[in-house]
């Protein structure tokens, strides 16, 4: 018999990867879900780096490390997992020891792009396992454990995809964990529409920041700043291996986007090439009153 993770009155919650992200949701679950009157339960990790594993484990965060080689020992006594790889790592993984996850547990991942992964679940992983895909968005441009940090999710949005076959009392306890963390927004959509719009919000940006900082004259640059740059370019000190992965995974849209921004920056030019000051105001008005709408619109109200 398959016992539902919100019976359990003790949970272990196991990391895999614990870096900046399953860092920070260990540290937050620790803090947040662990650390109050009469809880139980217990979190672990397995990570390739011992000295991760050693930190986490001094502060507190987990009761035990496993290394990769051990790490189907971790998985038979976690009953919610939260596999923090990048997005062909996080497939390989479940792929790779779909049999060795307690039966009744539920996994979830952090990565930027869905479709490919919910494509590939039915063939991977087995029916007694409850797959639920979300995406924080949250963050930073510092890498690892020794960046991560428990506060990091408070007030953002997190992404919830829901499957069909989704246990309901899963969802449930899952949006339960996320807002205890700290998030105050959670948008249920489904994989395509998350690859659509954060192809946009998310890879677009960071597209935009690093051709910003390309085209810079000299690293000097910033003397003459005065915020817009430093705001703008934070996200280029950008991880390179991670964001390479995701634009190609997510080409097609991201490409979408990049030519609607293309035509955006060619229309700017052309009115500045014409001396058209009066379209030229008249554009930049219409932006700011678009931008000023999307700080109101409901975000619980999308799709």
Known sequence: MIVSVCNASNLVYGFVGLGLMGGSFAKAIRQNILNVPNAKGDIVACDTQNATLSQAKNDGIISCG??????????AICDVVF??????????????HRMEFKSGAVVTDISGVKSQIITALPQILREDV????????????????????????VGRNYILMPL???????????RHLVTSIGFTRIIETDATIHDHKIAFTSQLCHVIASALVDSAEDTNVTAFGGGSFEDLTRIAMINAPLWTELFAANKKELLTHIDTFIDSMEKIRGLLVADNTESMCHLL?????????MARIDVGALP
């Open 130 to 153: 409850d797959f639920i895909s979300g995406h924080p968005m949250a963050g930073g441009e510092k890498e690892g454990y020794v960046h991560a940090s428990g506060a990091v999710f």
């Open 164 to 174: 069909s076959q989704n246990k309901i009392e899963h969802l449930d306890f899952f």
């Open 285 to 293: 008005e219409d932006v700011r009153q678009k931008r000023i709408a």
């Open 83 to 96: 596999v923090c790889l990048y997005p062909k790592a996080t497939l390989d993984f479940i792929k790779a």
């Open 66 to 75: 496993y290394s990769p080689s051990e790490v189907g020992k971790m998985l």
